[in-house]
């Protein structure tokens, strides 16, 4: 009898408990586009095909989130799908019981915060997250423009391409130095292969980057733009400063970047791109609403960075009347080193958007900060540059120094000059070099073919007692080898040869052709003064 009742009780409040669910579940209120209200807890995680609509997911998604996150990263292979997040999975910490995951947002001007993806490398960066936008400073722009003495850049078409830049260190990109870029109305940098493999790609790939890429290019707001009709233009200008002060500008751009990425950075060229009041391609998109940001290219030589920064309520594209809505933000480097940001893979009302989201590894509202190198070797460029940056002219220490013999065996009997190892051509090449410095510490250096003929001599700041030592701890040799060999750059080796001049046998006199010379000398102007006596 006592198990019947108890069964009797179970099953009453089984009903209860029941009926006290459905009670509850009722009570959730919804929103006319299917997400949930605000301070509710979503019970699934779920896409709604709404435009505001995001993906929403609870802290018991959050393990699926990070793998997915990890796995999606641009070193390991292609960032494509949607992808669950919350607050608690970006923030790392559980959300206190009975709070929202996620607040769905009431209006396009109210999105909530979303992360970029992780990046897939052990470095100081990680996944943006915040509070909510209110919370959220949004980042300015940096002064641009004719007051700014940067120059503007538009042509009036559908397409056009920006001059081509060569920055003298070079840019570190991927896993490869990087010697010219270009950027494109279309909101693109691209770094091409050669000065004649200039293109214009106004499309971007559905799907985006996926690692495979042969052109290398940063996507700072890939779509297609039209500058055809009259509005909008484009301003740039460059910064070297290996070897100068830094303008304020500069001195703000390696502020952001050793706060954000904790990088005891001095920049050595930076580059600021604005695209200003660009409208969007299609007949049926309305040119007064246009799209306003910028993008900054900075490195030190051995490492760089790209700061993307999206005008606060600037970014105004009605994305309903575009053909395809494949805006991209990311970069690949064409050798496998790549991102597509998370933002760029929401629906178009938040990706049409990012001046309204917490930029990747920042705590601003639109500014992204990606680091764009890899594994990039010695860069020979920077060493050439900053030790020509430090050297002083020749005409400071080069007074006396003599010309080279034409000839080897003039040379070798030639007291003012020794024989030596090495040089800086082939194993077969001679060298002679001054016996003696002048009175500066300077001295030459003169190469000589197989047939004992001149090839090329130099003069050089520092003399050395013997050059019988290996030709490589030979510091002047290195310095050429860097300028003239190693960086793969005529502009540096001439940069070279303006601190190094070069010599030839132009005016050499053998000892011996010297001593005749003067005594002739002596004896005809003792004729002359004889003559004039008699006179």
């Not at 919350?86 to 559980?94: N, R, Y």
């Not at 460029?381 to 065996?409: D, N």
């Not at 003067?518 to 004729?527: D, L, V």
């Amino acid at each position: 009898m006592g198990t019947g009742r108890w069964k009797t009780s179970t099953f009453v409040g089984c009903c209860i408990w029941i009926l006290h669910g459905l009670r509850a579940a009722a009570a959730i209120p919804v929103t006319t586009e299917g997400s949930f209200a605000a301070g509710t807890v979503s019970p699934i995680a779920t896409e709604s095909k709404g435009p505001h609509a995001l993906v929403m997911g609870t802290a018991e998604t959050s393990t699926t989130v990070a793998n997915a996150e990890t796995a999606e990263s641009g070193l390991v292979g292609d960032a494509g799908g949607a992808q669950l997040w919350s607050p608690e999975v970006a923030s790392g910490t559980p959300a206190p019981s009975g709070e929202a995951s996620l607040r769905a947002p009431t209006s396009l001007n109210a999105a909530p915060v979303l992360p970029s993806a992780l990046e897939g490398e052990s470095s100081a960066e990680g996944a943006s997250a915040g509070p909510g936008l209110s919370a959220l400073p949004a980042v300015p722009l940096y002064g641009y423009g004719a007051r700014e003495n940067d120059r503007e850049y538009v042509e009036r078409k559908v397409d056009f391409n920006s001059p081509l830049f060569k920055p003298e260190t070079g840019f570190p990109f991927g896993n490869t130095l990087r010697s010219s870029l270009y950027f494109t109305d279309n909101g693109q940098i691209i770094f091409p292969a050669s000065d004649n493999s200039i293109f214009t790609y106004p499309n971007p790939p559905p799907r985006g980057f996926s690692g495979r890429e042969e052109v290398p290019m940063i996507a700072v707001f890939w779509d297609n733009a039209d500058f055809s009709r009259g509005v909008g233009t484009t301003f740039y200008q460059e910064f070297p400063t290996l070897n100068t002060d830094k303008p304020p500008f500069v001195r703000d751009v390696e502020t952001k970047v050793r706060r954000y990425l904790r990088s005891s950075y001095s920049a050595a060229w930076t580059l600021k791109i604005t695209w200003e009041k660009a409208p969007a391609y299609g007949a049926r998109t309305d040119t007064r609403r246009t799209i306003t940001y910028q993008a900054v290219l900075t490195t030190d030589g051995f490492r760089s960075y790209v700061l993307m920064l999206y005008q606060a309520g600037g970014m105004q594209w009605d994305y309903t009347r575009l053909a395809a809505t494949n805006v991209l933000i990311g970069y690949t480097s064409g050798d496998g080193f790549y991102r597509n940001d998370d933002l760029t893979r929401r629906p178009p009302a938040a990706k049409y958007r990012p001046d309204q989201f917490r930029g990747y590894n920042t705590d601003l509202r639109g500014l992204w900060i990606y680091k764009l190198e890899s594994r990039v070797g010695i860069n020979y460029r920077l060493k050439c540059l900053a030790w020509t940056g430090q050297q002083q002219e020749p005409r400071m220490w080069s007074q006396g120094l003599p010309a080279c013999p034409c000839t080897l065996q003039q040379g070798q009997q030639d007291p003012r000059f020794k024989s030596s190892r090495g040089g800086w051509g082939a194993a077969r090449v001679s060298m002679l070099h001054s016996a003696s410095p002048n009175p500066y510490g300077a001295g030459v250096r003169c190469l000589y073919d197989s047939q004992s003929r001149l090839i090329e001599g130099r003069q050089e700041r520092y003399w050395r007692f013997s050059r019988l030592a290996s030709p490589f701890r030979d510091q002047e040799l290195k310095l050429y080898d860097w300028c003239c060999n190693q960086a793969g750059s005529a502009h540096l080796c001439a940069r070279y040869s303006e601190k190094r001049p070069k010599i030839g046998c132009d005016g050499y006199q053998s000892p011996g052709t010297a001593a005749t010379g003067s005594s002739e000398e002596k004896e005809s102007n003792s004729e002359e003064q004889g003559d004039g006596e008699d006179k």
